[in-house]
């Protein structure tokens, strides 16, 4: 969240908004898959077992959102990353307090 309210104030086009907040995802999905391996939690088959069902949904995801993607202006966009990082606060502040 914070990568994104930061680039979403930056005027930066819908692509370039699209390649900066991948590459920074991709960095830190990186660097905790390196610390999962150092420590040896991938090396459990188990973790495997359970990610199987995990791969097709994100590939959908990932196709979904491209669709989206193409057909969404800057605005519509912006305005779609603002609903998801306000539904993401109301989220943790009621686990919270629960």
Do not use: H, N
């Not at 999905?29 to 420590?39: E, G, P, Q, W, Y």
């Amino acid at each position: 969240p914070p990568y994104a309210i930061y680039l979403s104030q930056r005027g930066l086009s819908k692509e370039q908004f699209r390649a900066t907040l991948g590459f920074a995802t991709m960095t830190s999905i990186s660097l905790r898959l390196v610390a999962f391996l150092v420590t040896g939690l991938l090396l459990d088959k188990e973790i495997w077992l359970k990610a199987i069902p995990v791969v097709p949904a994100c590939l959908l995801g990932i196709w979904v959102a491209r669709k989206a993607f193409v057909r969404l202006s800057r605005e519509a966009l912006m305005r779609a990353v603002a609903l998801l990082l306000l539904a993401s606060g109301v989220s943790l502040i009621f686990r919270a307090a629960l």
